[in-house]
């Protein structure tokens, strides 16, 4: 009989340790989007096709100047590489969303903080085509296509980023 009073006692401590491992295992997984990285959900992608106006070298220290100052100013921009490509150079651009392409239309823009080297970017390539990936909202397709450059939209279907 005393080993199944303390069977009995066993089986409630280990059900009250579960109880309480599960409740807080819950509580971290309903918690987590506080301690983990960010998610972008909202995320637009630019797939920029260069031709390059200046020599290679010429080419490659503006474009890691370039990136660096957008790095600087634009902390919304999630990434901005530029890779070469046979005789081009292919940029790709990760913003975290629609706002975040607005504050870039802003910076090189008349009186922007990159406005002039917006204006040294356009001496060292010319812009063959740019396609858009992603949800990008109505007003920001309109200032985008106010500057005149070759945009192609491509909506998201479904997906994710991290």
Known sequence: MG???WLSRISKAVSLSMKKL?????LILCFSNA??????????IFYEEFSPLKSEKETAKFSNYYQSMVDKNEPDTLGWRF????DNVIAILRWKD???IVRHLENVSEGGVLEEDFKAFNEHF????????GDVDEEVKAMLMDFGL??????LISGYSR
């Open 98 to 100: 629609s706002q975040a």
């Open 22 to 26: 599960t409740l807080a295992t819950l």
């Open 150 to 155: 070759p945009f192609k939209f491509n909506p």
């Open 35 to 44: 301690w983990s990285a960010d998610t972008y959900e909202d995320e637009i």
């Open 3 to 5: 080993v199944l009073i």
């Open 126 to 133: 010319a812009i063959n085509s740019i396609a858009v990936y």
């Open 83 to 86: 890779f070469k490509a046979d």
